[in-house]
């Protein structure tokens, strides 16, 4: 079994900066990419930022110099900076992990519970 945890989120003013976190555990033998995505209600799922096991990153264009991804491989941890903040940044933020389990296997995806994020005006 694979788990997804992550943690960070909360209520924050405009213009403030919050930190998440999301670690893997469980049966893991790689992690090809790591990546954060966000959802509002009645919206579909978007990404936001990925990162690849050499560290090369996207952004979504609304967070460019804004969010900032990066990666603990020892730890099988992703973390997303946010800075500057807005209320249109308000959304259930997401881990999403492309991963492979054992050797010679292919990759699958695994989803992390989500974590509410709040940016009041």
């Known amino acids: 079994q694979v788990q997804l945890v992550e943690s960070g989120g909360g209520l924050v003013q405009a213009g403030g900066s919050l930190r998440l976190s999301c670690a893997a555990s469980g049966s893991i033998f790689s992690i090809n990419v790591m990546a954060w995505y966000r959802q509002t209600p009645g919206k579909q799922r978007e990404l936001v930022a990925r990162?690849?096991?050499?560290?090369?990153?996207n952004y979504a264009d609304s967070v460019k110099g804004r969010f900032t991804i990066s990666r603990a491989n020892a730890e099988n941890t992703v973390y997303l900076q946010m800075n500057s903040l807005n209320p249109e940044d308000t959304a259930v933020y997401y881990c999403?992990?492309?991963?492979?389990?054992?050797?010679?296997?292919?990759?699958?995806?695994?989803w992390g519970q989500g974590t509410q994020v709040t940016v009041s005006s």
């Open positions: 990162i690849t096991g050499g560290g090369s990153t």
């Open positions: 999403n992990c492309l991963l492979v389990r054992r050797y010679g296997q292919g990759a699958d995806a695994f």
